[in-house]
Structure formats: C-alpha cells, structure tokens
C-alpha cells in the first residue's frame, strides 16, 4: 500500500474586494482587517496540528501571502511562493463587479456561470486552462514534497479546481460546496489520485468573527 500525503489548503482571509464582489482574478488585492483576524485563526489551527513534518507553499500574491504569514510564525516552516496557484486570470473583468459583468456582457458572464469549458473572458483564462492549471500545479507540488503534509495557501477558485478533480466532475457540474474565506480544505494524495476529507471547514474562525464584526454573517463568506 502506498504512503499516502496529507495535502491542505487554504483559501485567502477576506479582502474588500470579496465584500464587494468585485472581481479579484490576478490583481494584487490586501487583505481587510477581518481577513487578518481569519488568518491568525488559521495559523493557530494548523499550528495544533502540524509538527514539522511538512511544506508550505503559496501563491505569490498579496492576499495569500499576508494570510501565510500567521502560520508561518505557528509551525516555524518556511515558506515558498508559487505564481502558477494563483486565482483564475479574469482579463478584462478583472476590477469590476460581477454585477457590472452580468449588466455590459450578459452572455460572457452567463457562459462564465454555466461553467463552459472552453468559454474564458477576453484576455483571461478559459475555465478549461484553468482547472488544467490547478490541478497540475497541486499535482506537481505533491509529488515533489518531502515530507507527510503539504500545505498550501492559495485562491477559492484552485480550491473548487481540485474538489472537481478529486470528485471526477466537469466545468459545467453544479456546484454543490463552498470555500469560505480562511477555509481549511484536505485531501490525502497517494502519488496519483486525491481523495477529498473536507472542504471549506470555517469551525476555526468563530473567535475572529466575532472579534472584528459581530454582524457579519458567516454565510456570506461563501460568496
């Protein structure tokens, strides 16, 4: 039987951009003051459950990299940043609302929602490219780690790639799970195949969202 990995991700703390509904893409966007409080909540979490025996690797943008740094000071590992696990590349779309979308291209923006494959906005990524991209940068990064557990801060969007990978589904399937802000995400990796444990766990951000904003309705994160 093959040694099986441990490999978790993590989405972003929110941004004012999430709050808007603004879209992100590859755009350098910081994290609010909520998503700080979201990423020290992680670095706690993952600091009771890692031991050293594992890799950190982030994507290379703002956010991600601002939400790494609570758990790099939790475990004491240290960190690589990896351009290819990156958010979905928007083009055009990139800075504007989905609203804004849906209102000057309604079928661009309807193609985007049905999940088609090969439909991607000008001068972005097709949903195809996309998924392609995901799931071959977490293949790669599994495979070339050393250690029992990798861990791996990134975007909602490589998180969905690899829940629809590991799940056998297409582009265009339904989307019945949701990965909040500063969710814990994991599947074990056995050389070839992911099997998904949990995706979008938030049980660890209670005390932060209370902390920063007790109005702030947790399912709204899921947007």
């Not at 670095?43 to 939400?67: C, F, N, P, Y």
């Not at 590349?89 to 990139?94: I, P, S």
Request: hydrophobic share 35%; with cysteine; glycine share 8%.
């Amino acid at each position: 039987m093959k040694k099986q990995k441990r490999i978790i991700l993590v989405r972003h703390g929110e941004t004012d951009w999430n709050r808007e509904e603004r879209i992100q893409g590859m755009l350098d966007i910081p994290l609010n003051a909520l998503g700080f409080a979201q990423a020290e909540q992680v670095g706690i979490a993952l600091g009771q459950i890692i031991k050293g025996d594992a890799e950190l690797v982030s994507s290379d943008l703002v956010r991600t990299r601002e939400t790494a740094t609570p758990i790099i000071a939790a475990t004491g590992l240290q960190p690589r940043f990896d351009a290819r696990l990156r958010e979905r590349h928007f083009g055009v779309w990139q800075g504007k609302t989905y609203q804004q979308w849906r209102e000057e291209d309604a079928e661009g923006a309807r193609r985007h929602a049905a999940g088609e494959a090969d439909y991607g906005p000008e001068g972005g990524e097709t949903a195809r490219q996309f998924l392609e991209r995901c799931v071959s940068t977490v293949t790669d990064l599994a495979i070339a780690c050393d250690e029992q557990t990798l861990v791996i801060v990134t975007h909602g969007g490589v998180v969905s790639s690899m829940v629809r990978h590991s799940q056998g589904l297409e582009s265009h399937s339904a989307r019945t799970w949701s990965v909040p802000n500063a969710s814990i995400s994991e599947w074990r990796f056995d050389g070839e195949s992911f099997f998904m444990e949990r995706v979008g766990d938030v049980s660890h951000l209670d005390d932060a969202l209370d902390e920063v904003d007790s109005s702030w309705n947790m399912n709204d994160l899921t947007k």
